[in-house]
């Protein structure tokens, strides 16, 4: 008998049971008797069978399979975030099949097909910065695939996991008025996404909160890159009336205006502030280390795949069910201008 042969037949053929039963005791049937798995189980151990998974997610309708779809792999964040939820998914019997579209439209598109194609139970997905067409999302629903939205989210009912960008922003500025800075100026990402829009609201709400005037010109619409805090903060210097502190919307922004403010000789944090959003792994090496605010992404992780479990497992939705993570201010070197 070839090893990579052996079926559900063979091994009922070598217990003088039926396929019926050892397919039951295989897949722990309440009917089966202990005894009757365990002798099933160590004979399908020995012949070293192999179950066909194809097979048996067109018997059952389920492949114990998720999909999970990611702007992109470059940032640290989103493969903490699947750490999260490939260590959960694992622990209730799910494989994770991946797909990172490159900030890209397009490739959004094309993981959303290969996920149906591959008759996944569920998708996690984070939309690409370039979406702002969600007739691929809504597709899946009309297929009644569950799906669950995380970080970045679309203006749809469909259940997230999202961290509070207003509050934590709020208290991120207002740690660096507190710190002493005067003038603080903020470099958002795309603010048609809700996650970045968030955080500009609560950067302005902190503001007002201390009578604060608002000034237009002290807000760069940067894109998420360590090229773009550069830039932003290029122009944030190249003012009238310069800036002492900038509030990131992400951490890479955040790397670049450490990068620009020491190509202009700008001592941080004795002259300037610079607080991140998302604690990136990089955050604590730099010189000086960056404060940020940590997103908690391995729970946002594992909060997504219990709210995409429950829906593939109960059948039922709650539409309008949002999860908000608290995100955890990490107070480091770029910041404390009062510790000096």
Request: hydrophobic share 40%.
């Amino acid at each position: 008998m070839k090893k990579n042969s052996v079926t559900l037949s063979d091994i009922a053929r070598e217990l003088h049971m039926t396929a019926a039963t050892v397919s039951r005791a295989l897949s722990d049937h309440p009917e089966i008797s202990a005894k009757t798995k365990a002798i099933v189980k160590e004979a399908a151990q020995r012949l070293d069978y192999k179950a066909n998974r194809i097979a048996s997610s067109l018997r059952s309708g389920k492949t114990n399979v998720i999909g999970v779809l990611i702007p992109t792999a470059e940032n640290a964040f989103f493969g903490s975030v699947i750490h999260g939820i490939t260590n959960l998914a694992s622990k209730h019997g799910y494989s994770v099949l991946i797909h990172e579209c490159d900030e890209l439209y397009e490739l959004e598109v094309k993981g959303i097909q290969t996920f149906i194609g591959a008759r996944v139970d569920g998708i996690i997905a984070s939309l690409s910065r370039n979406t702002l067409d969600y007739e691929h999302f809504l597709d899946v629903k009309r297929r009644n695939i569950p799906l669950v939205f995380f970080d970045r989210v679309p203006d749809l009912e469909i259940p997230s996991v999202v961290i509070d960008g207003f509050n934590g922003s709020f208290w991120a500025t207002q740690h660096l008025i507190d710190q002493g800075y005067n003038r603080i100026a903020h470099i958002s990402g795309p603010l048609y996404i809700n996650t970045f829009n968030d955080r500009f609201k609560g950067y302005e709400a902190a503001l007002k909160a201390n009578n604060i005037s608002i000034d237009e010109n002290l807000v760069f619409n940067g894109n998420i890159s360590i090229d773009s805090g550069m830039e932003g903060t290029r122009y944030l210097l190249s003012l009238p009336e310069p800036p002492d502190a900038i509030f990131a919307a992400e951490d890479l922004t955040a790397l670049g205006i450490l990068k620009q403010l020491k190509l202009s000789k700008i001592q941080v944090p004795e002259q300037f502030g610079i607080f991140g959003f998302c604690n990136d792994m990089f955050s604590e090496h730099t010189t000086p280390s960056l404060s940020t605010m940590d997103q908690q992404t391995v729970c946002m992780g594992q909060e997504a795949f219990k709210l995409l479990y429950q829906i593939i497992e109960n059948g039922n939705e709650e539409k309008t069910r949002k999860i908000v993570v608290k995100p955890l201010p990490v107070i480091r070197e770029s910041s404390l201008k009062k510790a000096l």
